[in-house]
């Protein structure tokens, strides 16, 4: 079956450091999406993407995060000024059509020193 | 009204048991209603997903059972065994919308 790949699957760094995670969704879904987890609580939703564009975003998602389409196969989340509550796993999700089924990446673990 | 509420928070039954996960919303514009399975260090998968005008659906030993007018959702898990141990979600999106709301998850021990 297909997969949604996250590279890396760990990283760690200072808190005030820029951190981008990354992403290749399903090659032929059209909508992706990055959710959060932190430790032992509810999944979160962050941003949704489309036609190269942010179509949702939650509160979460303030002026520190960015996504990005960089090319024809990767979806990125860059966070400029990671704090600490910025700990977390991240997880990439790519669906093929809007609201249809979510296929999930193994996650990346942030953790913010 | 953009949460989903989930119990219990953890549940423990014995190999071949009935566990049963609730779920609960508020917002009627939602209209697909999925549960994920997650086991450690591994992202949320599809397990069975339900949409408003259908009372139940079933796949294999996992049922949806859908409640409108309540407002309630819940999954059964039949014949349940030992690799079904993981977490447990729910999750609400809005009509098109991209949005999924989850629940707060439930942990399913099955003991052999």
């Known amino acids: 079956e297909p997969e949604v790949t996250q590279t890396p699957s760990h990283q760690v760094t200072q808190m005030g450091q820029e951190v981008i995670l990354r992403c290749v969704p399903i090659?032929?879904?059209?909508?992706f999406y990055w959710y959060r987890q932190i430790l032992g609580q509810k999944v979160e939703f962050l941003v949704s993407?489309?036609?190269?564009?942010?179509?949702?975003k939650s509160e979460i998602f303030d002026d520190q995060f960015s996504v990005e389409r960089p090319d024809g196969s990767n979806f990125t989340l860059k966070i400029r000024s990671t704090k600490l509550e910025d700990s977390a796993m991240y997880f990439c999700?790519?669906?093929?059509?809007?609201?249809?089924?979510?296929?999930f990446g193994s996650g990346t673990q942030l953790s913010v020193l | 009204q953009q949460q989903v509420k989930q119990s219990p928070q953890s549940l423990i039954v014995q190999k071949g048991g009935i566990p049963i996960i609730n779920c609960a919303y508020e917002?009627?514009?939602?209209?697909?209603f999925p549960w994920y399975q997650q086991f450690p260090g591994k992202g949320p998968a599809l397990l069975i997903a339900?949409?408003?005008?259908?009372s139940e659906k079933k796949e294999g030993r996992f049922t949806i059972s859908f409640n409108k007018s309540a407002k309630q959702f819940s999954l059964h898990i039949m014949d349940s065994q030992p690799g079904d141990s993981a977490t447990y979600f729910c999750?609400?999106?809005?009509?098109?919308?991209?949005?999924?709301?989850f629940g707060p998850g439930t942990r399913l021990s099955v003991l052999p």
């Open positions: 999700a790519s669906s093929e059509a809007p609201g249809g089924k979510l296929f």
């Open positions: 090659s032929n879904h059209l909508y």
């Open positions: 993407f489309y036609n190269n564009e942010i179509s949702e």
């Open positions: 917002n009627t514009a939602f209209d697909y």
């Open positions: 339900i949409r408003p005008d259908v």
């Open positions: 999750a609400a999106n809005l009509i098109q919308g991209q949005n999924f709301v």
